[in-house]
């Protein structure tokens, strides 16, 4: 069983940038697509970024397109996600998932299609 660990996040000013990194362990990695999902005060988790097993096609959420930035290292076991251009309603706690199946080619799709999850990580930007 694959156990994911999200670190990076922290309080950052509107127009700040951070790194989240999403290290795994224990699991399958280079073989899964790879994603991130955020859950805001009060709302339901939502899709932030996915990247295909190989790194080499990304799908974004409309509502960070052109400013965030999901990268993966599959020597390191690691994904992550780079956030530029910060904005409040970009508060939240940030999560990593792994795709339940291997070699999948479809990037946009459910969370219930991501098997395992890590714990997450607080985001919060101030205006």
């Known amino acids: 069983q694959v156990q994911l660990v999200e670190s990076g996040g922290g309080s950052v000013q509107a127009g700040g940038s951070l790194r989240l990194s999403c290290a795994a362990s224990?699991?399958?990695?280079?073989?899964?697509?790879m994603g991130w999902f955020r859950q805001a005060p009060g709302k339901e988790r939502e899709f932030v970024a996915t990247?295909?097993?190989?790194?080499?096609?990304?799908y974004y959420s409309d509502s960070v397109k052109g400013r965030f930035t999901i990268s993966r290292d599959n020597a390191k076991k690691t994904v992550y996600l780079q956030m530029n251009s910060l904005k409040p309603e970009d508060t939240a706690v940030y999560y990593c998932?792994?795709?339940?199946?291997?070699?999948?080619?479809?990037?946009?799709?459910?969370?219930?299609?991501?098997?395992?999850w890590g714990q997450g990580t607080q985001v919060t930007v101030s205006s």
């Open positions: 998932a792994r795709d339940s199946s291997s070699y999948s080619n479809r990037l946009a799709k459910p969370e219930g299609f991501f098997g395992s």
């Open positions: 990247i295909s097993w190989n790194g080499g096609s990304t």
């Open positions: 224990g699991g399958g990695f280079s073989t899964y697509i």
